[in-house]
């Protein structure tokens, strides 16, 4: 028996309310989705005004202040979370650094997604011998060490957010790539992929309007899951020297400075990983909360939800 | 009250869904004794496998939940003992028999093996368990059985798979046998057969079977009894015989008033020049001939049905005849000129004349698109059609056109039932205002009574717009009161061709005569008319 209610000969269901309104109201009716949007909404409102605001405060140094620990409530708000082994409020860079932090995550993880998945849809549809050719070109990526890549790249072009942005991204490519092919493949025999053919529907219309929607929800987990891997990759070759350089800061390059002083001074590294944390969990919660609301079949679940709550 | 071999008494279940509590069956009773055949009828999502599913403990808990009633078995009641028992119970005294075969064999294991297991697992030694495999699957009828049971699910056909089927749950002798749709995904030959073996295999042990299907010929072939449900009640019941000759309630009397080939045969039109001349069509897949040297003609407005069973071809036809596969030879000339080597400008300027409405609308409809944008998508592709600002008008002519209302719009395909849905896929094929449309199997995943609003809708559409159409269809009663030429397809070949009168009455080719014969008449006095003549040409 299907669980989806199926609407009978007769029934008049009554009008839906406007589009925003109604994933507004799906939001409320998931909690936790509720509760990811806000965190992300206050990590971009840090990574838009948060240089601006306290970029010379989380610069200056405090000699005295060295590791001050958190939680004295004696000392100004920016100190709650203890100072660094300069005696930089910790606060104060946590929000500085959301703007590296997301730029090079967000940009790396977007352009992968688009390049990989442009690349995929085309190696699913196209003829044979192109779908090849891209997979080896797949093949070649992943087989390369994406660390060697990243060092020789950055080496030759210099640090700097966009490299460390472009590096990444081709590092990620062939992940989006592979699963949006293996998506394609098995749409693209789908009855209505056929009944779209018989029509005359272009070879374009056919990807971008009906197979595209159906591999996307599938991306879009890859893609948050991804966010996180691409915030340590960037910490691993800040820490090698090659990525964001100081005095500019990420979460993943406070994380690494942190590390030497783990045993005495642990809120150095605890902070910008909880902060790490919380976007990616929340990242994946809203994730999974949009690939119910995109998909119209599934969507009674929230709506139903929220009926019962409200 | 004698005791009955397995008696339900009273049951209700409900599901805890989105939509609130579905009350799937309510207050349902009925019983089976032993040597006897008991049939569920109902259409889908009338509660008709529930009852069978609590038997069997399959019913999930949560969202289900069995409100009242007992199933008395043996004297016990089968609801009040524990999960162990219940097991001991299931595949030795209760056995099932499932709609798909191929889905409830695993693919990894060997039938052997599997059918082993199943006594096994109910504490027999491996070495009787294994002579007795051998004996079932000997006695089920398939070839080298020896052998056999070295083979995997994927080497033998669906026929071949659901005698397997029938050999696993014999394997421990059980008091019933309840059968889910055992045929329905059966060719009509086949379907015969496995009846046939159902029946003997009864008269030789005795046990009572429960079968539960959609169609009432195979209730007419099978059945001792008969209960009709209807939204999860018991709307009628009493032996074949009576239900179908004197049915009390109207559910009963609709049912059987849709089943297909009791209306007037139509005479074809007048011979003019036929708009779609096929001929010599080849195709194979490696070494399969799909399609070997087909031709036919079609003339304008008029209905073509193309039968056969599965492997046959005749779904290559239709997916070669709308380039959705190349033809390796042979030409298909419409209005004159040959479809097969049309250029992608002209192939998409025909687009517009032919169309094709799929078997299965659940599949065929893009899931995340509104019935709107199903519909008007048509337009997009082909702008020249309709201007935009008068499409929503166009859709709503269309919705009225097939039965539906202009305000299902906005609504997913998901919202509406089976033959809604099909209705859709019919309002899309018709926005392009098509010449010929081609419907692969177009009704038979549809209830009967569905499947009958379907064809009236096709019929209507073919009067009043002088749409041509190729049916293609497994089952001939579907097309005999809407086609006018017939074309019987076996093994990629044209077997016969005639119009409708002549292929139902006066049939040449044997495999013609064979299909007709197989079919399942609605009518018991018929069906058992059928079966004394098999068995007197067998004595």
């Known amino acids: 028996m299907s669980n989806v209610p199926a609407m009978t000969d007769g029934t008049v269901l009554p009008d839906e309310p406007s589009a925003p309104r109604r994933f507004l109201r799906m939001l409320w009716a998931d909690k936790f989705a509720l509760a990811a949007t806000i965190i992300l909404l206050v990590v971009v409102l840090m990574a838009v005004f948060g240089p601006a605001l306290l970029g010379d405060v989380a610069q200056k140094q405090n000699l005295r202040g060295r590791n001050a620990p958190p939680f004295d409530w004696e000392r100004g708000w920016l100190w709650w979370m203890g100072a660094d082994s300069l005696g930089r409020p910790l606060l104060a860079r946590i929000i500085v650094a959301a703007r590296n932090t997301i730029t090079v995550a967000a940009g790396a993880v977007l352009c992968s997604a688009l390049v990989g998945t442009a690349l995929g849809l085309v190696a699913g549809y196209a003829s044979r011998r192109v779908g090849e050719a891209i997979m080896r070109l797949a093949d070649v990526i992943m087989s390369f060490p994406s660390l060697l890549l990243a060092v020789i790249v950055l080496y030759i072009l210099g640090p700097s957010v966009a490299n460390v942005v472009v590096v990444l991204a081709i590092t990620r490519i062939p992940v989006y790539l592979r699963t949006t092919r293996a998506e394609v493949l098995e749409i693209r025999e789908r009855m209505f992929v056929s009944a779209a053919r018989v029509m005359g529907a272009s070879s374009r219309r056919i990807v971008l309007r009906h197979i595209l929607p159906v591999v996307l929800p599938t991306l879009m987990t890859i893609a948050t899951l991804d966010f996180a891997y691409v915030m340590l990759a960037e910490s691993a070759l800040s820490f090698l020297g090659i990525g964001i350089q100081p005095p500019e800061i990420t979460w993943g390059l406070m994380i690494a400075q942190g590390k030497e002083h783990l045993t005495r001074a642990w809120w150095l590294s605890f902070w910008p990983g909880l902060a790490i944390i919380l976007t990616t969990l929340s990242l994946n919660l809203l994730s999974n909360w949009m690939r119910i609301a995109l998909d119209p079949t599934q969507r009674w679940r929230l709506e139903m939800r929220g009926r019962s709550n409200g | ?539």
């Not at chain 2, 049905?305 to 709308?322: D, F, N, P, W, Y």
């Open chain 2, 1 to 539: 009250m004698a005791d009955h071999l397995l008696e339900v008494r009273n049951l209700s279940v409900e599901f805890h869904t989105a939509g609130g509590v579905v009350k799937a069956v309510n207050d349902v009773s009925w019983h089976v004794d032993r040597r006897e055949t008991l049939a569920i009828l109902g259409e889908s999502g009338s509660g008709k496998s529930v009852s069978t599913a609590a038997i069997l403990d399959l019913i999930d808990m949560p969202p289900g939940r069995i409100t009242s009633g007992e199933i008395r078995f043996d004297g016990r009641d089968l609801l009040k003992l524990g999960a162990a028992e219940r097991r001991d119970i299931n595949g030795r005294r209760i056995a099932m028999i499932f709609q798909d075969p191929l889905s409830h064999l695993n693919p990894v294991y060997n039938v052997g093996w599997q059918i082993v297991e199943t006594m096994t697992a109910h504490g027999q030694s491996r070495a009787k368990a294994q002579a007795e495999a051998l004996r079932l699957v000997t006695r089920v009828g398939i070839p080298n059985p020896a052998e056999a049971l070295r083979k995997y699910p994927h080497e033998f056909s669906g026929g071949q798979r659901q005698r397997l089927m029938i050999a696993m749950a014999l394997a421990m002798k059980p008091d019933v046998i309840i059968a889910d749709e055992p045929t329905t995904a059966l060719d009509v030959t086949v379907q015969a057969e496995v009846l046939a073996l159902l029946k003997e295999l009864q008269g030789e042990t005795g046990m009572g079977v429960v079968i539960i299907t959609h169609d009432l010929g195979v209730v007419a072939e099978i059945a001792d009894r008969v209960v009709v449900m209807n939204a999860g009640e018991i709307v009628e019941s009493g032996t074949t015989r009576d239900v179908y000759h004197n049915p009390r309630h109207p559910y009963t009397r609709k049912l059987i008033g849709a089943a297909p080939g009791k209306g007037e045969m139509h005479a074809p039109l007048s011979t003019a020049e036929p708009v779609l001349k096929v001929r010599n069509v080849m195709k194979t897949y490696g070494t399969f001939k799909a399609l070997d040297g087909v031709g036919l003609d079609l003339m304008a407005g008029e209905t073509l049905a193309v039968v056969g069973e599965s492997g046959s071809g005749k779904s290559t036809l239709a997916r070669i005849l709308l380039r959705l596969d190349e033809a390796d030879a042979g030409e298909a000339l419409w209005k004159g000129r040959d479809l097969f080597r049309m250029s992608p400008v002209e192939l998409f300027v025909l687009r517009r004349d032919l169309q094709m409405v799929f078997q299965d609308p659940t599949q065929s409809l893009n899931p995340r698109m509104t019935v709107f944008q199903l519909i008007s998508e048509a337009w997009v592709i082909h702008p020249e059609i309709l201007p935009k600002a008068q499409w929503r008008r166009r859709v709503a002519d269309l919705l009225a056109q097939v039965g539906l209302r202009p305000e299902h719009a906005n609504r997913y395909p998901h919202q509406f039932s089976g033959g809604q849905r099909q209705r859709i896929a019919i309002a899309r094929a018709l926005a392009l205002e098509p010449e010929l449309i081609i419907c692969d199997e177009a009704v038979s995943a549809l209830d009967v009574s569905v499947q009958a609003q379907v064809i009236d809708l096709l019929n209507r559409l073919r009067r009043e717009m002088g749409i041509a159409f190729i049916f293609i269809a497994h089952d001939l009663p579907v097309v005999r009161d809407f086609a006018d030429h017939v074309m019987v397809m076996r093994k990629g070949r044209v077997v016969e061709y005639g119009t409708v009168r002549q292929v139902f009455e006066a049939p040449r080719d044997p495999y013609t005569q064979a299909l007709l014969a197989a079919g399942l008449d609605p009518d018991p006095d018929v069906q058992a008319a059928r079966r004394a003549e098999r068995l007197s040409v067998r004595a």
